[in-house]
């Protein structure tokens, strides 16, 4: 009695040519119940074996079992070969030809490789506050809590450090050890040891890298890069710091970009206010990248509030000043009008090409 056997050998070939057929998982995934599963002619043929006597019933039972694990082994290889080609063409895809690389160096010099575009910027900036008078300072980018916050007006478990989304290194006592959120701290480290120098006034900008738990967008990156200016002498004005900012603005951004200043709150600065420029992507009328304003801010900026001066030890009724923050990636993204911020650490060498 044959007839059963081969009609197993029969469905073993159809359920292998339906799988060679098939050409991705997904399409896999949709089909094997048809193949070898409970709507297979496996499944079908398997209910006919009630009419056949017990021994040939129990025979044929287990040369159906052992057809249909061989086609299920065969599953689960063409499972894994779609696996690989479906990897091996996404890799294909993303792939950087090398080649491309080479020809397109001769317009973008990249296999030297080239200062970045923030690095670049950041120069640019220095030397402009440089000609106006500013020496450059540094900070470190690992604070404790007295410099990110406390010196600065901001006592802790104040809701002003709501302003700033803090990462917290995990050194020492919980929540006292933290990656600066802002260049700020470094006016701390520059009045204290004016202070302790004897060395009054300053005029410094401190540029580098800071850190916030944002979310990166438009307009945002989680580390990004600030310069602050502080500026502590006699008789400093309001005026002074607007006419700072007037000519830092005319100085790197020409006089075709509009500023201004409204009024905002710092808890170190007193009054503040936030320096907005027009957008550039939009020259003001309003885009995705400042939210339809037109305008884009660059940073904050106001008179040392005499509790910093305090904390620092310096007497606020002999010396007065200003300071200010602005984003440095900012300034690089307004200056060379970039929709997009997070193209500056994507890495695509067709942008940074184009700045070497
Ligand atoms: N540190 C502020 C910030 O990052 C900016 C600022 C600097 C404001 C100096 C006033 C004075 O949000």
Redesign the pocket.
């Known amino acids: 009695m044959n007839e059963p056997d081969d009609q197993i050998t029969t469905i073993s070939t159809e359920a292998l040519a339906a799988l060679a057929a098939v050409s991705s998982i997904e399409e896999l995934d949709e089909r094997v119940a048809s193949i070898v599963g409970k709507r297979s002619a496996f499944a079908a043929v398997q209910r006919t074996f009630g009419s056949l006597d017990p021994d040939e019933r129990r025979e044929m039972g287990a040369r159906l079992q052992e057809a249909r694990r061989a086609v299920e082994n065969a599953v689960e290889s063409r499972r894994a070969h779609l696996g690989d080609v479906q990897r091996s063409s996404m890799l294909e895809a993303d792939r950087l030809d090398l080649g491309d690389v080479v020809v397109a160096a001769r317009t973008w010099s990249v296999t030297a490789g080239h200062a970045g575009l923030v690095g670049t910027t950041q120069a640019e900036l220095e030397d402009v506050f440089v000609a106006m008078g500013f020496a450059v300072a540094e900070g470190p980018e690992v604070e404790s809590d007295w410099y990110n916050f406390e010196a600065l007006n901001i006592p802790p478990a104040h809701p002003a450090r709501g302003?700033?989304d803090t990462f917290y290194v995990d050194l020492g006592e919980p929540e006292t050890v933290v990656l600066r959120?802002?260049?700020?701290p470094t006016?701390v480290h520059l009045m204290e040891a004016a202070v302790a120098n004897d060395a009054l006034p300053i005029h410094a900008v401190a540029p580098g890298r800071?850190y916030r738990r944002d979310t990166p967008d438009a307009r945002h990156l989680a580390a990004f890069h600030?310069i602050?200016?502080l500026v502590v002498d006699r008789n400093i004005t309001f005026a002074d710091l607007a006419g700072t900012i007037e000519t830092f603005t005319r100085a790197y951004f020409g006089p075709d970009i509009e500023s201004r200043l409204r009024p905002?709150f710092?808890p170190?600065?007193e009054p503040?206010a936030e320096f907005e420029i027009t957008c550039t992507i939009c020259r003001g009328a309003g885009c995705r990248t400042c939210s339809n304003t037109g305008w884009i801010e660059l940073?904050?900026?106001?008179m040392i509030d005499p509790a910093v001066f305090e904390a620092v030890g310096i007497d606020p009724d002999a010396w007065s000043g200003?300071?200010?923050?602005f984003g440095i990636d900012r300034c690089a993204q307004m200056r060379h009008e970039l929709s997009d911020m997070r193209a500056l650490v994507e890495n695509d060498v067709r942008f940074l090409g184009q700045f070497a």
């Open positions: 302003m700033w959120t802002h260049t700020s006016q800071c600030q602050e200016g905002a710092f170190f600065t503040s940073g904050g900026c106001g200003f300071a200010f923050g």
